[in-house]
């Protein structure tokens, strides 16, 4: 089934076919360990529907694998082709970039990083044979790491990050992200990423539009960060809708300039029918 846009709510595009929900996760299902109240529900009634779900989020600590069971763990049934972490992203974007003699990697993040490089048959390595570092968040991060990939940096290899996130949600407040990480490489080692997989980049919301085979008319992206989410979704040319569950407070969108808002505002992913 496919759902219909009411056009007073989507004023710039009329009643348009919805065949994908490209879906943030961080401060739209979750909150930390909790579930964001409905979010459940809302999934098994898109899927009842026939709606494409893609799961689009600049965490890289956990793998495809390791989201799913995080998804379980909160009652919510998904599927590894669903999950789109940056993880699952760097490691396909160095396979597509790299020559095979230069699949070296070290990287800082969470295990998920590390699970999907090898997945992708990529070599983890140490630093001092790295042809490329992988930088996210990592919450095992120490001094020593930081400074092996900074001498990797300034040795010459390539320099990758997962995401730019100053900060990230969870039940009691924010904690610092993976952008404060790459900080410290760059600010020591005066070089900027490579590239920086994560949103607002459009890589993995193309890659999305690709494996689901959908045209970016025909999905909407649902997320809680202006300069993530919402940023994406403009530069990509994807409806968007904010949700007020996490990052973003309704009094933030009032500095807005027109092309930055989201097409839709809604408190929380329970009211996301509300739109349709
Ligand atoms: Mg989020």
Redesign the pocket.
Known sequence: MILNMIPSRFKSRDSVKIKAVIL?????IYRGRTLIAGADKVIVELKKRGIKIAYL??ACTRSRKGRVEKMKILGIDADEKEMFPTSYAVAKYICANYPKSKLNVFYIGGDGVGEELIDAGISVVDAKKADIVVIGLDSKMTYEKMSNGFRAIIRGADFIATNIDAT??VEDGLLPGAGALVEFLSFASGRKPKIVIGKPNTYVLDMILKELGVGKDEVVMV???LD??IAVAKKAGVRSVLVLS??TKKEDLNKLRQNEKPDAVIDSIRDLFSLF
């Not at 943030?24 to 739209?28: Q, T």
């Open positions: 943030d996760m961080d401060g739209v989020t600049n990230f949600p997320g809680d960060r993530s989410d996490g990052i």
